[in-house]
C-alpha cells in the first residue's frame, strides 16, 4: 500500500471516529459558538489536558494541527488547548443545547484549576 493511500485510510478512519463521537450537536456549530471562557496559561496544553482528562471523566480526546480538543459531555463543551510561546491557550465553547451533563459553574472550576 503506498504512503497515500495509508494517509487516506487514516484520514477516514480518524474523520469516521470523530463523526461517531458526535450526537446531539455538531463539531463546526461548536467551533462557531463564542467563547465562556478564553484564557493563556503558563501550562503545557499536555498537563491541562491530563487534568482535566482526570476531572472529566466523560471528555473524548482529539488532536487537531497541534491543538488538543476535548469534548466534554454530549458534546455539551468543546475544549480546545493550543499551545504558545508562554505555555498554552484555553478556550471553552458551550453548545446552545444543554445536556444536562457538566453544569457551567462545575466547567468553570475545573478549566480554572487545571489551568493554574
Given at each position: 500500500?503506498?504512503?497515500?493511500?495509508?494517509?487516506?485510510?487514516?484520514?477516514?478512519?480518524?474523520?469516521?471516529?470523530?463523526?461517531?463521537?458526535?450526537?446531539?450537536?455538531?463539531?463546526?456549530?461548536?467551533?462557531?459558538?463564542?467563547?465562556?471562557?478564553?484564557?493563556?496559561?503558563?501550562?503545557a496544553a499536555s498537563d491541562i489536558s491530563s487534568c482535566l482528562q482526570r476531572r472529566?471523566?466523560?471528555?473524548?480526546?482529539?488532536?487537531?494541527?497541534?491543538?488538543?480538543?476535548?469534548?466534554?459531555?454530549?458534546?455539551?463543551?468543546?475544549?480546545?488547548?493550543?499551545?504558545?510561546?508562554?505555555?498554552?491557550?484555553?478556550?471553552?465553547?458551550?453548545?446552545?443545547?444543554d445536556d444536562g451533563g457538566v453544569p457551567e459553574p462545575e466547567m468553570r472550576f475545573?478549566?480554572?484549576?487545571?489551568?493554574?
Open positions: 500500500m503506498t504512503l497515500h493511500r495509508v494517509f487516506v485510510v487514516l484520514a477516514f478512519a480518524s474523520a469516521a471516529g470523530a463523526l461517531a463521537a458526535c450526537s446531539s450537536t455538531s463539531g463546526p456549530e461548536l467551533r462557531a459558538s463564542k467563547p465562556v471562557i478564553y484564557v493563556s496559561s503558563a501550562r472529566l471523566p466523560s471528555a473524548q480526546v482529539m488532536r487537531d494541527q497541534g491543538s488538543t480538543e476535548l469534548l466534554v459531555g454530549s458534546n455539551a463543551w468543546l475544549v480546545t488547548l493550543t499551545p504558545s510561546g508562554y505555555g498554552s491557550i484555553v478556550k471553552v465553547q458551550q453548545s446552545a443545547s475545573d478549566v480554572a484549576r487545571c489551568a493554574v
